[in-house]
T-cell receptor
């Protein structure tokens, strides 16, 4: 059974810092891995999708990496801003569904 | 363009009543998914539709839960005889094709409260 773990559960940093969020999964037989952002009371916003054949994806200040063999992914956020404050969710697609981690709650202090 | 929409955005119901939650996927998306997010817990897969194939119902928590997708577009999630533990945010997502490389796009969710 696929288990997805995200560390840390919560993170607070001052504005301007670079930071890394971690995601690990137990079954490397995945189709893709997706990072989402969830703001309080809102739905999910897709940030980056990494296909199983890819190693990383970049979008603006965000960079996500994927190491299938070790079952790990990282989301790197450069030059963090208060507007980045949200919960970040990692999800893997083993089959028809997606398995989600519990998320990392990020707070960027001005 | 229009994203995934869900209605209602909020629903408060009494224990024992039936509720229907609606999802309008992005036009042309063949795959549709339902998830729920309970307070303090992660997202949980419920059910998946792909084209005209039989749905994958492996995530439905009990036989009180059912879902339909009419005409390959709009989907309705029905919860019969609601219980307090059904209180959660119910999220719908759609994608061009299942699994593989295709991104899932999520709706804003329906917050269900069972009193």
């Amino acid at each position: 059974k696929q288990e997805v773990t995200q560390i840390p559960a919560a993170l607070s940093v001052p504005e301007g810092e670079n930071l890394v969020l971690n995601c690990s999964f137990t079954d490397s037989a995945i189709y893709n891995l997706q990072w989402f952002r969830q703001d309080p009371g809102k739905g999910l916003t897709s940030l980056l999708l990494i296909q199983s054949s890819q190693r990383e994806q970049t979008s603006g200040r965000l960079n996500a990496s994927l190491d299938k063999s070790s079952g790990r992914s990282t989301l790197y956020i450069a030059a963090s801003q208060p507007g980045d404050s949200a919960t970040y969710l990692c999800a893997v697609s083993p089959r028809n569904d997606m398995r989600f981690g519990a998320g990392t709650r990020l707070t960027v202090k001005p | 363009g229009a994203g995934v929409s869900q209605s209602p955005s909020n629903k408060v119901t009494e224990k024992g009543k039936d509720v229907e939650l609606r999802c309008d996927p992005i036009s042309g998306h063949t795959a549709l998914y339902w998830y729920r997010q309970s307070l303090g817990q992660g997202l949980e897969f419920l059910i998946y539709f792909q084209g005209n194939s039989a749905p994958d119902k492996s995530g439905l928590p009990s036989d009180r839960f059912s879902a339909e997708r009419t005409g390959g577009s709009v989907s309705t999630l029905t919860i019969q005889r609601t219980q307090q533990e059904d209180s959660a945010v119910y999220l719908c997502a759609s994608s061009w094709l299942s699994g593989s490389s295709y991104e899932q796009y999520f709706g804003p969710g329906t917050r269900l409260t069972v009193t």
